[in-house]
């Protein structure tokens, strides 16, 4: 059976498990804490993040967008993604932009641990900045309604759901009603997707060793 390593806040490791529940593929998930000293993803993954998907034969697979991609292959249908080239770039940009903010969010949240006096305010405004336009560029791709590409659920609404919601748990000063009102119009109206229900971020309490 696939295994999957995760973490119960990471938007990466959620946009994984909502394909594997999209895709009907039973799996053991393992819940990590990637931030933790002693928590062993490294032996799974050089780069010591999570998600990887460990496959039948114990090959680890990792980086959300290559497991999304290899699951694709494998695991055809439902389609995530559309079998038009372009549509299918299009979704894939959607993700792009999503993981871009999600990441330089990682990125704030953990100089955010550190003591006030030895944090960096303009690594902290660089960042701020990467994820106040990539929102915005979100607000102005994403519909109010509907589904972001070709009429057809793919990895653009995963990646949408999952960056809001990981922003809305994470980042709770963000001035979501000002700035993407329609992203929330979207992500409300498909929040009680089962794969998205059963998929919503819980925190994680990270020590602060981590820096
Ligand atoms: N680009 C990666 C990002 C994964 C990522 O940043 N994972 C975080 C948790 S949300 C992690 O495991 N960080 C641990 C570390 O960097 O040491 C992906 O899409 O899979």
Not at 5 to 34: C, G, H, Q
Not at 82 to 88: F, G, H, L, T
Request: charged letters at 25%; aromatic letters at 10%.
């Amino acid at each position: 059976m696939l295994k999957l390593i995760s973490a119960t806040p990471s938007p990466f490791a959620r946009k994984v498990r909502v394909a594997l529940m999209e895709k009907d593929i039973t799996f053991d998930l393992i819940t990590v804490n990637p931030w933790n000293a002693n928590e062993r993803v490294h032996p799974h993954n050089p780069l010591g993040k999570i998600p990887v998907l460990i496959t039948d034969h114990g090959t680890p697979i990792y980086e959300s967008s290559y497991i999304l991609d290899w699951l694709e292959v494998h695991f055809p249908e439902p389609a995530l993604i559309s079998k038009d080239k372009e549509k299918a770039l299009e979704a894939k940009y959607f993700q792009v932009v999503s993981d871009g903010i999600c990441e330089a969010f990682v990125l704030l949240f953990i100089e955010r641990l550190r003591a006030v006096n030895k944090r960096s305010h303009s690594w902290e405004h660089r960042q701020f900045e990467k994820i106040d336009r990539g929102m915005s560029a979100l607000e102005a791709m994403t519909p109010k309604s509907g589904f972001c590409v070709g009429g057809i659920f793919t990895l653009a609404d995963i990646a949408v759901v999952s960056t809001v919601e990981y922003l809305a748990l994470r980042f709770e000063e963000y001035e979501f009603n000002e700035k993407c009102p329609k992203l929330l119009q979207f992500v409300d109206e498909h929040k009680n997707r089962p794969s998205f229900k059963n998929t919503r971020p819980q925190p994680q309490k990270l020590n602060k060793d981590v820096v």
